[in-house]
């Protein structure tokens, strides 16, 4: 089964403050994205990335920038954190469309 | 969430009773994912159709691509099936992946 790490487990942040989001796979899968939750909802796609180097709006992308630096890896970067983006931040990654996600980041921005 | 309508929003079975989660497609889909997220906040792939039925163990998911909507059943449901039951589907127009808004089940001794 894909092996999916995400750090830190939780953060709390500033308004303002810069925030980054790591996530980290084991099972060479292409394709890897960045989820948000929000409580009592369904997750909403924020950015993707289908090779290294490379990424991809998702359907909410506004305040947030990733960063693939190699296909292991996979980065989601907050650079004005803001009240509105406090969440549970899930990172995923897919083999034929079938997602494997890492067990979330907990963000309270304050 | 628009394109996938997921009911019920909440469930309580007591164990050993079987029930049917559903959700309707607004749009059409190529395939359907189902987790479970757990008490820990984990999801976990339950299944992944892109059409037809497939079972594991107590659990079977049916996905009817043509009537644009899956469902997935539970029997004989134990305390440790608790948790947020979600689908995910993904459209045939752009790939995208569409998250309905969850079943909460609550398994009661």
């Known amino acids: 089964e894909a092996a999916v790490t995400q750090s830190p487990r939780s953060k709390v942040a500033v308004t303002g403050g810069k925030v980054t989001l790591s996530c980290h796979q084991t099972?060479?899968?292409?394709?890897m994205y960045w989820y948000r939750q929000d409580t009592g909802h369904g997750l909403r796609l924020i950015h993707y990335?289908?090779?290294?180097?490379?990424?991809e709006k998702g359907d909410i992308p506004d305040g947030y920038k990733a960063s693939r630096p190699s296909q292991e890896n996979f980065s989601l970067i907050l650079e004005l954190a803001s009240l509105s983006q406090t969440a549970v931040y899930f990172c995923?990654?897919?083999?034929?469309?079938?997602?494997?996600f890492g067990h979330g980041t907990k963000l309270s921005v304050l | 969430g628009d394109q996938v309508e997921q009911s019920p929003s909440a469930l309580s079975l007591h164990e050993g009773t079987g029930s049917a989660l559903r959700c309707n497609f607004t749009?059409?889909?190529?395939?359907v994912q189902w987790f479970q997220q757990n008490s820990r906040g984990s999801l976990i792939n339950l299944f992944y159709?892109?059409?037809g039925t497939k079972e594991n163990g107590r659990l079977k998911s049916t996905f009817n691509s043509k009537e644009s909507y899956s469902t997935l059943h539970i029997r004989d449901a134990q305390l440790e099936d608790s948790g947020t039951y979600f689908c995910?589907?993904?459209?045939?127009?752009?790939?995208?992946?569409?998250f309905g808004d969850g079943t909460q089940l609550v398994v009661k001794p």
């Open positions: 995923a990654s897919s083999v034929n469309e079938r997602l494997f």
């Open positions: 099972n060479n899968h292409d394709y």
């Open positions: 990335s289908y090779v290294a180097d490379s990424t």
């Open positions: 749009t059409t889909m190529r395939a």
């Open positions: 159709l892109a059409s």
């Open positions: 995910a589907a993904e459209a045939w127009s752009n790939n995208r992946i569409f």
